[in-house]
Nanobody, 124 residues
């Protein structure tokens, strides 16, 4: 079992920055793939950024060059640095983890462990 707890959300103006954190506890070796997902009101949850155990990363096009996913193995923490935030980034953000082939890391349906989410609100 893996427990995930997000923090760091808040309200910012467009152009601002936030850093989300996801504290990982439990069987910390049960997630060679970790990701950040988001869900805006009335919309389906979507993947934002992914990181594999080898350190490779993937991003959805709309956040490339603005968001950076990283992890601190010593602290068992996953991060999402979000810069140049836009109103369209407003959503509940979730971290998730799964042990699966790296090629499947970007497929949301495979993720097994989820946090409770942290709200990000960007005003224009």
């Amino acid at each position: 079992q893996v427990q995930l707890v997000e923090s760091g959300g808040g309200s910012v103006q467009a152009g601002g920055s936030l850093r989300l954190s996801c504290a990982v506890s439990g069987d910390t070796h049960s997630g060679n793939c970790m990701g950040w997902f988001r869900q805006a009101p009335g919309k389906q949850r979507e993947g934002v950024a992914y990181i594999r155990s080898d350190g490779s990363t993937s991003y959805r096009d709309s956040v490339k060059d603005r968001f950076t996913i990283s992890k601190d193995a010593a602290e068992n923490t996953l991060y999402l640095q979000m810069n140049s935030l836009e109103p369209g980034d407003t959503a509940m953000y979730y971290c998730a983890a799964v042990s699966i082939r790296p090629a499947l890391c970007t497929i949301q349906q495979w993720y097994k462990y989820w946090g409770q989410g942290t709200q990000v609100t960007v005003s224009s």
